[in-house]
């Protein structure tokens, strides 16, 4: 992967923090801002977050704002805004108390809303059919084409926007799946602070860019240190892999499944 050099302000604000260590004496409970609250503005709070509690704060909470619909214009979880202490006007090096109480609001998709369940009969009504017997616990088998005919039919499924797509994502969340498949297009990198958080998607098969069927798998924002790939293996438009990954959601807008990696081997 290719790494892109920081700039602008947020690369300034770095520097300015930097510069300013050493000038002011702290207390044993007192800590400065990495980066403004302007800075923090439109990056992913993954990354804030992992910064603030990094600089030394204690309560370092979120809040979704569940505004998203397609997720062009701003990206799911994007940061909206960060309060330490109910405040936004706050610059690189303020101080603060470590406990102060920090909030940092994102941007992502609405939760899907569950069907509503029937109301239970007041009165229990008598049956002579026997009781249903329970519901076998899930396999944690790795799930591939080979062992799952639903998932193998993914594979090659002409509309990876079909329904199919999210009702069998549905059913499995939280599985592992296995296949091999190819990276349609050059990774993108979000920097934040000089870290790249990284995403990155997969069609089944070797066709890359060409891809024209099969589902689309996407892992978002990862960490470059957690992408289980090889040392001197690089994921570029076209390569080829082995993906291994848990099942998150299908991203109906997207026409996306969200995963997150367990294994990438090049091939």
């Not at 049956?127 to 193998?152: G, H, L, M, W, Y």
Request: glycine share 8%; charged share 30%; aromatic share 6%.
């Amino acid at each position: 992967m290719k790494r892109r050099i920081l700039s602008g302000t947020l690369g300034t604000a770095l520097l300015l923090t930097l510069s300013a260590c050493g000038g002011e004496t702290l207390s044993a409970n007192q800590t400065k801002a990495p980066a403004s609250a302007s800075d923090m503005e439109g990056e992913q709070y993954k990354g804030v977050v992992s910064d603030l509690k990094d600089a030394g704060f204690t309560k370092v909470d979120t809040k979704k704002i569940d505004d998203l619909i397609t997720g062009w214009l701003t990206k799911d979880g994007e940061v909206e805004d960060v309060k330490i202490n109910g405040s936004k006007d706050f610059e690189s090096g303020d101080v603060f108390d470590k406990d102060a109480k920090v909030v940092v609001a994102y941007h992502t998709f609405p939760e899907k809303k569950e069907k509503d369940e029937e109301e239970p009969s007041d009165e229990a009504i008598p049956s002579d059919k026997p009781s249903p017997e329970p519901t076998p616990a899930r396999s944690n088998k790795v799930i591939n084409p080979q062992n799952n005919k639903e998932f193998a039919a993914l594979m090659t499924i002409g509309d990876n926007c079909d329904p199919a797509i999210g009702k069998f994502v549905d059913a499995n969340q939280g599985r592992k799946v296995a296949f091999n498949g190819s990276v349609i297009a050059d990774p993108i990198a979000e920097d934040y602070l000089g870290q790249p958080w990284w995403t990155v998607t997969f069609a089944p098969g070797d066709a890359g860019v060409n891809s024209s069927k099969g589902a689309y798998f996407q892992m978002e924002s990862i960490a470059e240190s957690d992408i289980p790939l090889a040392a001197g293996a690089e994921l570029a438009a076209n390569t080829r892999v082995r993906l291994t990954a848990t099942l998150e959601e299908f991203n109906e807008d997207q026409c996306l499944v969200k995963v997150a990696p367990v294994d990438i081997t090049t091939r």
